[in-house]
């Protein structure tokens, strides 16, 4: 099973609108990834985290690297069609065994 | 870079089948993850192997699952018998670093659906 709980399951928003979603757990890791899946494809490296308290941003996307080292949140500004599909957050729980959120699926309307 | 290559990207067959997915991971990549989504489980990693050997097949469902990677840029994920419960998509990634932290390469994925 796994063991990030990421949160909403789903959102559905506006065109225009800022979107915040989380991943927590009850283990401390050293490392948090975000992935973006589109239909029919493979999830996709968005951003990367390796230090506690870390704030990245890539375009209008930024995610933080939780202060207790057990969450990490993503938001992406300004939303926009083409940022439709499901946003998983992953960490390693040793060196190759990644685990993965359940994934928010966002649906943006023109 | 033509990416990690996954054939075929539907498959569709009978239970009681055999099935063998396939994966060629980026050239000079050493680790390879085959994963399996579906929607009740998400991403659950089946095996990784790093330059060729398998590393830990603990996420193998059973016996009908096996992997194999002959060379480095080729592996091959097999069920025999195929059950209908198999019915996922199959994703195969390759990774450049021990240190997952710098992500893996996901291919487009194999959907499997098993009647």
């Known amino acids: 099973g796994q063991q990030l709980n990421q949160s909403p399951q789903s959102m559905f928003i506006q065109e225009g609108e800022d979107v915040s979603m989380n991943c927590t757990s009850s283990s401390i890791f050293n490392t948090w990834l975000w992935y973006k899946q589109e239909p029919g494809e493979g999830p996709v490296l968005l951003i990367a985290?390796?230090?506690?308290?870390e704030l990245t941003s890539n375009g209008r996307l930024t995610a933080q690297f939780g202060i207790t080292r057990k969450d990490s949140f993503l938001n992406i500004s300004a939303s926009i069609p083409s940022d439709v599909g499901i946003y998983f957050c992953?960490?390693?729980?040793?060196?190759?065994?990644?685990?993965f959120g359940a994934g928010t699926r966002l649906t943006v309307k023109p | 870079d033509a990416g990690v290559i996954q054939s075929p990207r539907h498959e569709v067959t009978e239970m009681g089948q055999e099935v063998t997915l396939r994966c060629k991971p980026i050239?000079?990549?050493?680790?390879l993850f085959w994963y399996r989504q579906t929607m009740m489980r998400g991403l659950e990693l089946l095996i990784y192997f790093n330059n060729n050997v398998p590393i830990d097949d603990s996420g193998m469902p059973e016996d009908r699952f096996s992997a194999k990677m002959p060379n480095a840029s080729f592996s091959t994920l097999k069920i025999q018998p195929s059950e209908p419960r198999d019915s996922a998509v199959y994703f195969c990634a390759s990774s450049l670093a021990e240190f997952p932290g710098y992500g893996y390469t996901f291919g487009s994925g194999t959907r499997l659906t098993v009647v």
């Open positions: 985290l390796y230090k506690a308290g």
């Open positions: 050239s000079g990549h050493d680790y």
């Open positions: 992953a960490a390693p729980r040793n060196n190759n065994d990644m685990r």
